[in-house]
């Protein structure tokens, strides 16, 4: 049975050939933007984890504040 995954080595240089070829010139400006879009996308999941993680803090204040209070 043929595992489905990662491509090996020699799969590897095939693609970068055809990468090469298809977007020539332009590799690396799409390498840096991906690059900038994966760090990004990094720094949102991260200030999501914040946010999740004061959610409870929050909760708390509120339950405790006096009523009136909770606007």
């Keep these: 049975m043929v595992a489905l995954g990662l491509p090996s080595g020699a799969e590897w240089i095939v693609i970068l050939a055809i990468a090469v070829l298809v977007f020539g010139r332009r590799?690396?400006?799409?390498?840096?933007?991906?690059?900038?879009?994966?760090?990004?996308?990094?720094?949102?999941?991260?200030?999501?984890?914040?946010?999740?993680?004061?959610?409870?803090?929050e909760a708390a204040k509120k339950a405790a504040a006096p009523p009136g209070q909770n606007d």
């Design 27 to 57: 590799l690396p400006e799409i390498a840096r933007s991906l690059g900038k879009s994966l760090t990004e996308f990094k720094k949102g999941i991260k200030d999501i984890e914040k946010d999740v993680a004061h959610l409870p803090a």
